[in-house]
Nanobody
């Protein structure tokens, strides 16, 4: 499985940004969860949100609930993260990852930098 995240950039506090993750190489018959993680400068990488590829079931960390929306386009093999009402604390490198039925986050994209600054 190959993942590529893109769409990061500079956004002002209170602004919005949508980042994308394209995926390829899924194993037929396996079930995948696609997740977004972020790593702020000097901090550990943390979970942000995830979506089941087949059902569309979503999860969010409490700090982004109501502000971020994860979605997918199966035809384009792409997962999106729409980020609204952004805060300084949202500044981080955002990574997408894939979790097959084994239950581990086995596959990672290269990350895209999101900076919230005035």
């Amino acid at each position: 499985v190959q993942l590529q995240a893109f769409g990061g950039g500079l956004v002002q506090p209170g602004g919005s940004l949508k980042i994308s993750c394209t995926a390829s190489g899924f194993v037929s018959g396996d079930h995948y969860v696609i997740g977004w993680f972020r790593q702020a400068p000097g901090k550990e990488r943390k979970f942000v949100s995830s979506i089941w590829w087949s059902s569309g079931l979503t999860y969010y960390v409490d700090s982004v609930k109501g502000r971020f929306t994860i979605s997918r386009d199966n035809a384009k093999n792409t997962v999106y993260l729409q980020m609204n009402s952004m805060k300084f604390d949202d500044t981080a490198v955002y990574y997408c990852a894939a979790q097959p039925s084994s239950g581990a986050w086995d596959y990672w994209g290269q990350g895209t930098l999101v900076t919230v600054s005035s």
